[in-house]
Every structure is written in structure tokens, then in C-alpha cells.
């Protein structure tokens, strides 16, 4: 079943590790391993991924 | 013309071409004749030897610059690690000329290895089936418009691949794609790139993304990715996306 999921306006979909606007999930994936998350937040993000490298 | 003045004016031309003065009898001229044979010979020569010697040099000189910098490229191939080979803006389209494959050994690093540079095509395959990371590979490598048969590791790590590798239009994948990609700089990729990364997906994974620019898949496919209507069940893209329902695919 083809399932897509969409961020609000200003905000991103995130699975922990990749992020977006607009998902559209493969088989099996579960909406349930995504949250939303504000626009600071997913710069904040990206910044500690890149502390991290 | 009387037998005197065509005398004098065959003396004027002994005592012009051959470098002579002074007054020429008809033995003279007989002997001179030679010399100006001679001279024109010389002449000839001399001028001939300068220029091959002129031509002669500057394609040697060409010749010997193709070769030192094949040289140097064959010696370059030999190098133990490729990251950071081509990092900074020193690296450009001019004195960037591999000349076959570029293949790290297996286990190697291939980070960093054109970030910030600003070459606008890798020009020759880049085999990365066995490295352990591309991180940072193409970071800001914001001239490169041309990547060529790239292939992508099966695992490792592949942080910021693709960050401000803004310019990016042509892709060709090679093997099967088996790691989360993120393509979200990426706004002028083509509609054959997009079809070669999609096509390279593995359909045997699970648990995978690929992101994409949203501006560059609608605008390749002449869609709304927010407007399912644009892109129905049998339609171009629809089709080319579900060829690989086991991928989850972000737009950004």
C-alpha cells in the first residue's frame, strides 16, 4: 500500500537518521518511525551530525 | 636593351644575390655565378634548420609536457589513499586529468576527495564499490556539474556526500545502490540522472532512503511531487518510483 506522509509547513519528517518534506514510505516502513520536527531542530541536527564526522 | 646593359644588369644581379661589390668582368661573373648558387644554398639552409629547429622544439616541448604529465597521472594512480586527492580550489577542470578509472583499494577512504574543489566534471569512472567511507566526497564542490559512472559502496559511511554540490546536473550510476543517498542540493539534476539513480536502486534491500530535491524530480518529470494527480498509477514517473517500492524515497 503506498503510503505518504507529509511535513507541515516549516517543519521536516525525520526517521532519526534522514529527513524531508515529503515521504513516501517503501514496503514495510511504518509511519510510526517518523516524527516531525520544527526547522531549528533540524538545523541542530545537522550541525551535531557534522560535529560528529 | 644593348649587349652592354644587359652585361651590367646580369653584373648587378651576381653583385646582389651573391653578396658582392666591385666591378665584375666576364670571368668574374662566370666564377661568381657559383657563389651566388651557394649563397642562396646556404641561405636556404640556414633558414630551413632555424625554423625546423623552431618547429621542431615546440612540438618536442608539447610532447615532453603530455608525457611528463602522464607521468605524473601514473604515478598518482599508485597513491595509497584517494581522500582528499582533489580537496581545494588548486584542483580545476585544467591540471585535473586522470586518464582511466579511479578505483581506491579496497578498505581505503575516498572522503573528502573533491570537496571545495572546483572541477566541473570527474571525467573518468569513479569505482567506489570497496571503500569504507565517501564522506564529504562532492561537499561544496559547488562547480561540478558531471559525475561519470560513478559506483557507490555497498556499506560505510557517506555523510554529506552531496551537500552544496549544488551545480550537479549529469549522474550515471554504475552497480547497485545499497545505502541511503541524499540528493537534497542537487536541484539541476536531469531526468536521465534521476532515471540512473532509481534505476541503480538495489530492489533487494529493505530499510533504505534515497532524498531528493523536490524542484529537480518535478521539474524532470514535468510533476508536483505534493500533487499525486501529476504522476498516476502507469505514468512515467510513477512507474520509474515504484520499480523500487522496497526504497522509501524523501523530497526535500
Known sequence: MKITIRADEGKWLTDGENYGKTIDLGEGVSVDNYTEITEEEYQEKLKEAEADE | ?????????????????????????????ANRIGTVYLNGYDEGNAQGKDEGRQEGYSLGFEEGKTAERSEFWEEYYTTASWAYAFYGAFWSDKNYNPHKTIKPAAGTSAAAMYQTSTITDTKVPLDLSDVSSINYIFYNAKYLKTIRGITFPESGTIASAFTGCTALENITVSGSIQISLVFTPCKLLSKASIESIINALSATTSGLTVTFSKEAVDNAFGIDIDDESTYPEGSEYYNLRYSKSNWTFSYV
Do not use: C, H, P, Q
Not at chain 2, 14 to 22: A, L, M, Q, S
Open chain 2, 1 to 29: 636593351m644593348s649587349v652592354n646593359e644587359k652585361m651590367t644588369a646580369i653584373a648587378d644581379a651576381i653583385r646582389g644575390y651573391g653578396g658582392i661589390t666591385g666591378k665584375l668582368n666576364l670571368d668574374d661573373m
